[in-house]
């Protein structure tokens, strides 16, 4: 149940949102307060990943795992499977192996080896394959795709996320000009498999996404997944992996059936979380709401800093986020109540952590 504050007739809905300094938007955040009975998440999942030791793939991989999901992973070279750079951190390039994950060497297109992944019960696939032409042939995406598929609707599995390019399909004038150059030279032959691998996904009949990210970088996961309509910017391929997740464990995912084109700028933000907002749902600000956007989130220990700030905000541990909104739900006179407080460690004004005359809203 969520947290909520009963003063008179007044409640206060606490939302943990994404940092932003441009107005509400689509709101990253788990709700507090009063929510339904239903949850749009899956629960806890085994999510198949195809190609998992790929840059993208291995992503999926580890923040499925760093989720709690189990996740049931094929490759051909297990042995390339290691921490990604981009939400490894410290642990980058390190052999990835866990209790919850089982992963299996062997190809997409032998359904002898797809039928190994479906031998657990799986609740979301992940395709995320990838290679040169000239080493995994001119047809492998469409034709190891369609392995996959087969696999699923004979084990009664619905949810796909397939991994496909901004510049596939329709999306060719989302394309920069210089990739469109490249779509129609070096990479003709991929390009041609990626449009035949689409147009399957999409005749399949299954609840699938098939996700067109902008120019892929390896660096850490931003938290912003923008869905766009225009030309692509770059994403990290932990956010794009992300977004897989997301597809195949959030019950009302709202790209079901779509083929999103997303990127770290412009467009319309989509939300990583289970809450309401996730489903696209806009928070009402009122005067017993509280809207939190932190800076960018760490597990460190608690610095007991808080700092409102109107500047830039840097970064700040997930226990000062939880006591900021512990006090905004305990202290009566709580001074950001109606309000949507940036807070960080650093900078601004210093909101005080304590039960005292400061913690009721005096201001160090």
Known sequence: MGLLRITGLASVLITVS??????????????????????????MKTIAVFGASGLTASECVYKA??????????TRNPANLVVPKGSGGADEGKSLADDNLTLIGGSVTNTAD??????????????????????????????????????????????LAVVTSIGAGD???????????????????????KNNQEKIVADSGLEYCIVRPGGLTV???????????????????????QFCLDAVTVEDFPYIGKTPCISSVGGTSWVKDRSGSARGEMIKQDDCALI??????????????????????????????????????????FPYIGKTPCISSVGGTSWVKDRSGSARGEMS
Do not use: W
Not at 124 to 151: E, P
């Open 18 to 43: 994404a940092f932003s300094n441009t107005g509400l938007g689509l709101i990253s955040s788990r709700k507090y307060g009063v929510t339904s009975a239903s949850s749009s998440s899956l629960h």
């Open 65 to 74: 795992i760093k989720n709690g999901d189990k996740v049931v992973g094929l």
């Open 114 to 159: 797809v039928a190994k992944v479906f031998e657990e019960e799986i609740d979301g696939v992940i395709i995320a394959l990838g290679g040169k032409t000239s080493d995994v042939g001119d047809t492998m995406l469409t034709d190891g795709t369609k392995v996959i598929m087969d696999a699923m609707k004979n084990k009664g599995v619905k949810r």
């Open 171 to 193: 999306s060719e004038n989302q394309a920069p000009f210089f990739f469109k150059i490249l779509m129609m030279t070096a990479m003709k032959k991929i390009f041609t498999d």
């Open 219 to 241: 660096e850490p996961p931003t938290g912003v997944i923008n869905v766009i309509d225009g030309e692509a910017g770059s994403i990290p391929r932990a956010d794009v992996a």
């Open 292 to 333: 939190v956007r932190p800076g960018g989130l760490t597990v460190e220990p608690p610095t007991g800093v808080i700092n409102v700030i109107d500047g830039e905000a840097g970064s700040i541990p997930r226990a000062d986020v939880a006591q900021f909104c512990l006090d905004a739900v305990t202290v009566e006179d």
